[in-house]
């Protein structure tokens, strides 16, 4: 896959908190109908980059582009409708 088909970009991508870093140059294309699977030990920051991919956090280093435009140039209401994530364990209902 070549980046030019992608509809969603990460470019280097990190996350930092009460400083610790919690992601850091994160690089990930994705195609139109294309599925990704992100697996991982407990704790690697696998939620947290749904929820930036997601537009939940905001990444503190790199970009995101969506449709070859960047995410925090559009609205959010746009981009939630195209993009979103369903988490493993249900949370708003038991």
Same mark, same amino acid.
């Given at each position: 896959?070549? !980046? *030019? *088909?992608?509809?969603?970009? /990460?470019?280097?991508? #990190?996350?930092?908190i #009460? @400083? *610790?870093?919690? =992601?850091e140059?994160? *690089?990930l294309?994705?195609? %139109?109908? !294309?599925?990704? /699977?992100?697996? #991982? %030990?407990?704790?690697? @920051?696998k939620s947290t =980059? /749904?929820?930036?991919?997601?537009? /939940? =956090?905001?990444? +503190?280093? @790199?970009?995101?582009?969506? !449709? #070859?435009?960047? +995410?925090?140039?559009?609205? %959010? !209401?746009t981009?939630?409708?195209?993009?979103s994530?369903?988490?493993?364990? %249900?949370?708003l209902?038991?």
């Amino acid at each position: 896959m070549t !980046e *030019n *088909n992608a509809i969603l970009q /990460l470019q280097q991508v #990190g996350f930092d908190i #009460g @400083g *610790n870093t919690i =992601l850091e140059g994160i *690089n990930l294309s994705v195609a %139109p109908g !294309e599925f990704k /699977l992100i697996t #991982g %030990p407990s704790g690697c @920051g696998k939620s947290t =980059l /749904l929820k930036i991919v997601a537009s /939940l =956090l905001s990444p +503190t280093t @790199g970009q995101i582009l969506f !449709e #070859g435009k960047a +995410t925090d140039t559009l609205s %959010p !209401e746009t981009y939630r409708q195209q993009v979103s994530y369903c988490a493993q364990t %249900p949370a708003l209902f038991g």
